[in-house]
């Protein structure tokens, strides 16, 4: 079976759904943002605020700068963690990183955590320290990811994107270990978009976040692309399995396409990375399974469309992913 990987799709995730996860999962602080003003992301900030403290890997965690409402020039922060296993000391982690980021900025800090391990007592929430006289208590909110097992019919009849990602990251833990099981899961996830009526382009973007959070061996996956283009042929509506067919053997135009619904040149050239990037990371994990891991990253980084279509062009006649790896570094 494959090995999961929660983190990196939990990323991307916050970055292209912020307002969508808060809205599902931290309601009250959605409202008393004003989305209006737009956010920014700190990430290379919380990396300086963090450098030199001791607190193990951290692959999600998010720093935002927000507006609330009711005017004015106050902006605060928002300290967004997901954590995907269970962990010691994550409260006192939490708390170092309230404290740097209020020291640093001299701002309001809001830190929410997200739990989504597989263990319903785990809920750190609080951390304290006493001595004599002297005490801290730092309180956070938590969401236990667990919790929405309870609430599946709610998360499948709700419009919000963030929802499908929930159904994803509980659906794959639920069918660890059974392959077959998660392939009729995903399957479940994937059309529920379809009939909650998401256009073409929100399928295609919610598609690669649960293809990476539910991983299915490259047979199975091909069999889940097979019953995805029966079902699409009924609906007349062919997102899926299209983007994977021009994915692996048309990215260019599936990039161009993307281009030209933006209508601009800058969203052309984009567009067409994005499509020329998305088919060939399906295609690396058709072809070697888990060692496409190991190159991924790297690939993820390419920006010249020319270099991703000559991978593409040798792809076939490359052996191991090492062989792949010199296409582009040389």
């Not at 963690?81 to 006192?92: G, K, L, N, T, Y």
């Not at 283009?229 to 021009?246: D, G, K, L, N, W």
């Not at 991978?311 to 490359?318: D, F, G, K, P, R």
Request: charged letters at 30%.
């Amino acid at each position: 079976m494959i090995e999961d990987d929660y983190d990196s799709p939990w990323k991307e995730a916050l970055e292209n759904y912020l307002a969508e996860c808060l809205a599902l999962l931290f309601p009250e602080v959605h409202a008393d943002i004003d989305w209006e003003r737009g956010y920014e992301f700190l990430d290379k900030e919380l990396q300086q605020a963090m450098a030199d403290a001791d607190l193990g890997p951290r692959v999600v965690d998010k720093l935002v700068r927000v507006w609330r409402r009711g005017g004015g020039e106050t902006w605060v922060l928002v300290h967004l963690e997901v954590q995907s296993q269970e962990v010691p000391h994550f409260a006192e982690r939490m708390f170092i990183y309230y404290y740097r980021l209020f020291d640093r900025y001299h701002r309001p800090v809001a830190s929410l955590a997200i739990l989504g391990d597989e263990h319903p007592r785990w809920r750190p929430h609080q951390f304290e320290q006493a001595l004599w006289n002297c005490q801290v208590q730092f309180v956070f909110p938590i969401v236990k990811l667990l919790d929405y097992r309870m609430q599946v019919f709610a998360l499948e009849t709700n419009r919000n994107p963030f929802a499908a990602i929930l159904l994803a990251h509980l659906g794959a833990q639920q069918t660890r270990g059974d392959a077959t099981e998660r392939l009729a899961a995903k399957f479940a996830v994937l059309r529920r978009l379809y009939d909650l009526g998401y256009n073409h382009r929100e399928i295609l973007r919610l598609y690669r976040l649960i293809d990476w959070l539910m991983r299915l061996p490259p047979g199975l996956e091909r069999r889940l692309l097979s019953e995805m283009e029966q079902f699409e042929e009924v609906r007349r509506m062919p997102y899926v399995t299209s983007a994977e067919r021009i994915g692996i053997e048309k990215g260019i135009q599936q990039g161009l396409e993307q281009g030209l619904e933006q209508g601009l040149e800058q969203g052309l050239e984009q567009g067409r990375r994005e499509g020329l990037l998305a088919g060939l990371e399906l295609a690396l994990r058709l072809k070697f399974g888990t060692a496409a891991e190991e190159i991924l990253p790297e690939i993820r980084q390419l920006t010249d469309p020319a270099v991703i279509q000559a991978i593409y062009a040798q792809l076939a006649a490359a052996s191991t992913v090492e062989v792949v790896r010199r296409l582009y570094r040389r």
